[in-house]
């Protein structure tokens, strides 16, 4: 992730005066908006846009409501997911809680609350993620696009940095073909997980003795693991 760029956070809602006070605020606070009107646009843009980092969801919508749009997204990503509300009934956050929403805010709300929940849940989910990671002897400097194997400088191609920052940053989980193509191909990659496999193949091999941290999972994809001396 370079420096500069700005953090993408969908707003969902039908009401186009609520979802317009909520970009602004936003967009003042220096995030990129990008806004649906129902429940099928909001999954149809979370799909073809390429690093949306967190939705602001209102439950009650035409078409698809915001539990199905919920249920239809945490198929395929763990991004984070707040509901806006009108409700303040329990039963209605504790589903929201069971199909993996991670905050909840009623209306009507405070905008300056509602920005400093974003950037809670933000930091918390590690979306902002630190600039520079040392690992095993891999030195990765995101800002630089620059990564070092015990001090010494490799040159890699831009999806096998973006696929070994992928690794590191889930180290220790074991990562499924299609997880790594929808994470580090954004969605737009419409071939199939061999690419993967050839990616991770050259990316060992410019690792040297450290490309054996990144294991083989069979049946399933990889996971990157530093060995225990």
Known sequence: MILM???K??????ESRMRKLVKDFLVKHNFEVIEAEDGEQAVDIFFESKNIQLILLDVMM????????????REYSKVPIIMLTAKGEENDELQGFDLGVDEYISKPFSPKILVARVEAILRRS???????????????????HMVSVDGKTIDLSYKEFELLSYFIENQGIALSREKILNHVWNYDYFGDARTIDTHVKKLRSKLGEKGNYIKTVWGMGYKFEVDKQ
């Open 9 to 14: 956070i969908l707003v969902v809602d039908d």
């Open 62 to 73: 035409p078409k698809l409501d915001g539990w199905q749009v919920v249920k239809t997204i």
């Open 126 to 144: 590690n979306v902002v993620k630190h600039d520079s990671m040392d690992v095993g002897g891999i030195q990765i400097n995101k800002a630089a």
């Open 5 to 7: 760029e700005k953090i």
